[in-house]
Nanobody
Framework: QVHLEESGGGSVQTGGSLKLSCIIS????????VGWFRQALGKEREGVARITSRGDATSYVNPVRGRFTVSRDNSKNTVYLQMNSLKPDDTAMYYC???????????????WGQGTQVTASS
């Protein structure tokens, strides 16, 4: 049974940083392509960043490029999202998901975590 669990969310002031973690278990073959998504209150879920199975390629949406960094440690079955220079517009529930195919779209997400709340306030 595939299970994803996010952690690391919290409340910060504008300009602050947070690092999210996503632990993946039960997926075969191991180390899938993973995407980070977010959903703000009253808005649709949107992609944020994606990392390939070996971590050799990443992609980001324009609003977070240069501020967010996605990485992974396959020895720990964990994918990370380092978020710097947070803005109020980044406030949302953040989710990780297994992507198949490896393209950052909601329709490609096969398995989801339960989410972790990120709040950035001015």
């Amino acid at each position: 049974q595939v299970h994803l669990e996010e952690s690391g969310g919290g409340s910060v002031q504008t300009g602050g940083s947070l690092k999210l973690s996503c632990i993946i278990s039960g997926y075969t073959p191991s180390n899938p392509c993973v995407g980070w998504f977010r959903q703000a209150l009253g808005k649709e879920r949107e992609g944020v960043a994606r990392i390939t199975s070996r971590g050799d390629a990443t992609s980001y949406v324009n609003p977070v490029r240069g501020r967010f960094t996605v990485s992974r440690d396959n020895s720990k079955n964990t994918v990370y999202l380092q978020m710097n220079s947070l803005k109020p517009d980044d406030t949302a529930m953040y989710y990780c998901a297994v992507l198949q195919p490896c393209s950052l779209q909601v329709k490609n997400a096969n398995y989801w975590g339960q989410g972790t709340q990120v709040t950035a306030s001015s």
